[in-house]
């Protein structure tokens, strides 16, 4: 406790009845008691506070990557090509604006009347 032995204890505790008095050491003491007991409380809910938040960062980190695969997972299946579900036309008379493609859906072709 901070290099501190019994003799210097001793010492600490002479020198303080003599300077405080025999009256007024009792209330000192407990008074430096209950200083010492709330700043050890404070300290051990600050402790526990830190943990709690470090365990949370950790549980965050695990969900994001949860998160992160899932939406990985679900634009490989949204980016999967459809066959025969739409076609791209470029028009060839340049009547789309900035030469976008136009997206349409395939038509299926008139049938013939022979079957």
Known sequence: MLGIGMPEL???????LIVIGPDKLPGL????GRIFGELKKATNE????????????DVKKAFDGINEKDLIDKSEVMN???PNKIATDI???NTAENNDVIMKPLEEPPKDERG
């Open 10 to 16: 001793i010492v600490i505790a002479v020198i303080a």
């Open 29 to 32: 003491a407990k008074t430096l």
């Open 91 to 93: 028009p060839s008379d």
């Open 46 to 57: 600050f402790k526990e506070t830190m943990e709690v938040e470090s365990k949370m960062a």
């Open 80 to 82: 999967e090509p459809q």
